[in-house]
């Protein structure tokens, strides 16, 4: 986040996920935001002022005529730090990509002088259609970040994409894109992401797992999708939700992770492995084992493929560029190297990045700190910070190494 207080225009168009606007103005507040709420006048049909205003405490208009001595059109564009539009309606996301300037919102969005990311909400049939598909390519074109709606139950019974992203997941995407300048610097790159941690059955019902959350991979995807990349996230038995704007492609099994990550190498320029992966795998009953008298079970464990080797002897030339991550429990930090080096070495990835994952550091926890080292000697030493950091110099590593 900016030093000073980062100001925030919300823009809500006119339809039924406005109330969930509610939730992104204070998730945006509580994190030290002061928002200027811009509803369309279709959207004060559905939430009126009195809530923005409570909520915001600015007072707010849809049109460009209220206090025009002010000049509010141009002044509130701006001024703001960052214009997000949530929810972004077919309509709205219309008048944004052809220029027009019929309300204050989209006069707003013609003068911002910084990013501007849009969280569309709509019916499926209306996310589809090529018009809705076309503008969002322009704005997208433009450097705006309109966000992928999210899968689910929309108005009435249907079910498909068009709901609004999750509140919190919104409130991430802007909190990233104010934190550091905007870049799109991984624009062009198609990145694959694995996260979380693979369970492997003994029978089906019981299985053996290991204890990462895939919030590294989460934020490795969220920050690769703010600078610019389409993302792909493989995601294994994840504790925390997929961010907004990536295809996510669900897996269990270190075996089906390994399916999804063979295929998505051929189609992807850049590869990271931030899952942990089961290095051992029971033998699956077929059938749910059974307590016999007082006896225990005794659990076979046969290796596993090691997905990140096999990708990078299945490369052909230097793409895709494959990223490893390391746990390691050492004592001190050039241990952590030493380590580090010997897994760099043994699976031939270009860039690892090293953790220590002793004393409850990593896994679960909000922040990290990590050695990222690459092929040809150089390392970086990334002080403890959050994971949204981590996953930052994981990709100005990552930048360095694709113009090299
Ligand atoms: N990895 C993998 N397939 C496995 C095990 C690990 O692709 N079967 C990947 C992880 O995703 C990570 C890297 O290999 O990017 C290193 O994982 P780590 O658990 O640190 O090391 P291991 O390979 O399991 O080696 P060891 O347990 O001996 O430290």
Redesign the pocket.
């Known amino acids: 986040m900016t030093a000073r207080t980062a100001r925030v225009v919300l823009g809500v168009a006119g339809g039924i996920a406005a109330y969930k606007a509610a939730e992104v103005l204070r998730g945006l507040k509580g994190a030290g935001c002061d928002v200027v709420v811009v509803p369309t006048s279709a959207a004060l049909r559905f939430v009126g002022s009195a809530t923005w205003e409570a909520l915001s405490g600015h007072p707010v208009s849809a049109d460009v005529w209220t206090d025009a001595q002010d000049v509010p059109h141009v002044r509130l564009g701006q001024q703001a730090d960052l214009v997000l539009v949530a929810p972004a309606t077919a309509d709205l996301l219309a008048r944004a990509a052809q220029g027009m300037a019929d309300d204050l919102l989209t006069n707003v969005l013609l003068t911002a002088h910084g990013p501007v990311v849009m969280a569309p909400a709509m019916h499926t049939e209306m996310w589809q259609h090529p018009a809705t598909q076309r503008n969002v390519a322009l704005l997208r074109e433009r450097g705006v970040l309109v966000l992928d709606p999210a899968v689910g139950r929309l108005t009435g019974a249907d079910v498909g994409p068009g709901r609004l992203p999750e509140p919190d997941q919104i409130v991430a995407a802007v909190l990233d894109l104010l934190r550091r300048p905007p870049s799109d610097d991984l624009a062009g790159l198609r990145i694959v992401v694995?996260a979380g941690g693979t369970r492997e059955s003994w029978d089906p019902v019981r299985y053996v797992g290991n204890r990462s959350s895939g919030r590294q991979g989460v934020e490795l995807a969220r920050t690769a999708v703010s600078r610019g990349a389409t993302v792909t996230l493989v995601a294994a038995a994840m504790d925390v939700a997929p961010p907004a704007g990536v295809r996510v492609v669900d897996v269990e099994s270190?075996a089906q992770?390994?399916d999804a990550?063979t295929e998505a190498a051929q189609a992807h320029d850049v590869v990271v492995?931030?899952?942990?992966?089961?290095?051992f795998r029971p033998r699956a009953a077929d059938v749910k084992v059974k307590k016999e008298g007082d006896a225990g079970v005794d659990l076979h464990l046969e290796?596993?493929?090691?997905?990140?080797?096999?990708?990078v002897r299945r490369r052909e030339g230097d793409r895709p560029v494959i990223?490893?991550?390391?746990?390691?429990t050492a004592s001190g930090r050039d241990h952590l190297v030493e380590?580090g080096r010997a897994?760099l070495a043994?699976?031939g990835?270009d860039l690892?990045v090293v953790n220590d994952v002793g004393d409850d550091a990593v896994f679960g926890q909000p922040t990290n700190e990590v050695v990222i080292l690459d092929a040809e000697g150089g390392q970086a030493d990334i002080p403890r910070g959050s994971k949204a950091q981590v996953a930052d110099a994981v990709w100005d590593a990552v930048v360095r190494l694709v113009k090299a």
């Open positions: 694995s270190a992770l390994h990550m492995m931030a899952a942990a992966v089961a290095d290796q596993t493929v090691d997905v990140l080797a096999d990708l990223v490893g991550f390391a746990a390691e380590l897994k043994r699976k990835c690892l």
